[in-house]
């Protein structure tokens, strides 16, 4: 039998985080979260940038690379309570002026207060978004079925319970998905909680009931966007012994308990 339960490398688990708005506050976290490797997502308003306690534009470059820059509105308002035009211009508008100071291609969001409605998720569509994160915690560890309306796992304020039991579980498959805003930790004074979340999920933190860290992926958002949606769209025989990848991307599964791998654009029998 045939699993999508397997990331890059064969791993079993992922890890990922995303924090809102650009605040100063970013910089620390960068630094600490560089430390272990871990690698984050930073959802931006372009519009806000070099205003009080946002980071400026000509940072953004530097400041998170090797992470992902992503949308989160050009000046942060209820994208629901405004006409659906102007919302698109709230998008479109951020998006190209986060490309042209960041250098890559923006096609993440996360939503401004965390609301939506139908009529946003077309228009998002229509300005080039391909995922965007919610605020409404699952507390699971599962992939998410609409990347649209991707929930998370939790808030950091749940996220080291919720890390370590990520870390315990022995089951495929799961994703850990935290978010937050790194003002949050100076307002709360908790630090150290990003570094012992971190910890957990990279280390072997000297407990035997850690699995070790090279079981886990540390990616961005729209790395596991783009990951998943080439697991998706493995084409596979009626018996599960032949698999296809018709996508630009090597992509593993779960074969009888055992990682496999399918190179991109190869067909497969196991």
């Not at 493995?234 to 308990?257: F, Q, R, Y």
């Amino acid at each position: 039998m045939i699993k999508f339960n397997r990331f890059p490398g064969g791993k079993p688990k992922c890890f990922t985080l995303s924090y809102d708005d650009g605040n100063v506050a970013d910089r620390r976290l960068v630094e600490s979260i560089n430390r272990y490797g871990v690698r984050a997502t930073f959802h931006l308003n372009s519009g806000l940038l070099d205003t009080s306690n946002r980071i400026s534009e000509s940072e953004v470059r530097t400041l998170y690379r090797g992470h992902e820059v992503s949308t989160h509105s050009a000046t942060h308002p209820n994208l629901t309570a405004i006409p659906v035009s102007e919302a698109l211009q709230e998008l479109t508008r951020d998006r190209a002026k986060l490309e042209e100071i960041s250098g890559g291609i923006v096609r993440g969001m996360s939503y401004p207060y965390g609301q939506y409605n139908d009529m946003l998720l077309s228009a998002m569509q229509s300005a080039g978004i391909c995922y965007s994160r919610t605020t409404a915690s699952t507390h699971g560890y599962g992939w998410p079925q609409n990347f649209l309306t991707w929930h998370p796992t939790c808030h950091h304020k749940e996220g080291l319970e919720a890390a370590r039991t990520f870390m315990q579980a022995p089951r495929i498959g799961g994703l850990l998905y935290i978010w937050g805003h790194s003002y949050e930790f100076n307002r709360d004074n908790n630090w150290e909680l990003l570094e012992e979340i971190c910890r957990t999920v990279t280390t072997d933190g000297g407990e035997e009931w850690y699995q070790k860290a090279d079981s886990v992926w540390l990616a961005t958002n729209i790395e596991i966007y783009e990951y998943i949606t080439a697991v998706r769209s493995l084409v596979v025989s009626m018996d599960g012994k032949i698999v296809h990848n018709p996508s630009a991307t090597d992509v593993w599964v779960d074969a009888e308990g055992e990682p496999v791998q399918i190179p991109a654009g190869t067909t497969m029998h196991l």
